[in-house]
C-alpha cells in the first residue's frame, strides 16, 4: 500500500467517523443536556478529517506535528463525551456506540503513533 493511499484510507475514515458523529448528535435526546452533548460532540468530532486535511498541507513539520496534535485532542475530546452518553444512558442501548468508541480508540493511536513518528524524524533533523 502507497503512502498516498494510507493517507487517504486515515481521510476516508475520518471522515466517516464524523459521520457517524454527526448521525450520534442527531439521535440524542433534544433536552437540555441532549443539546449541550450534540453540540459539543458535532464540535469536536468533526473537527479531526478537517483538521487531517490541512496536516497534509502543513508548511512544515513542526506545523504538520502541530495539526496532528490538534486532532488527537479533538479526538481524545470526543471520546469524553461519548463514554459520558454511555455513562449517562442516554443511548439506549449503550452498545450501540461500541463501534463508535473502538473506532474513536483506534484513531487515537493512529494519530499518537503518527505523532511520534513525526518527532523522530524533526528531532533528527534539528
Partial sequence: MSKESRIFDLEERLIDFAVRIIRTAESLPKTKVGNH?????????????PNYGEAQSAESLADFIHKMKVCLKELRETRIWLLMI??????????????????NNELISIFVTSIKTAKQKDNKTS
Fill in 86 to 103: 454511555v455513562r449517562a444512558n442516554i443511548v439506549k442501548p449503550a452498545s450501540k456506540l461500541k463501534y463508535l468508541i473502538d473506532e
Fill in 37 to 49: 452533548i450534540a453540540g459539543q460532540l458535532i464540535r469536536c468530532g468533526t473537527s479531526p478529517a
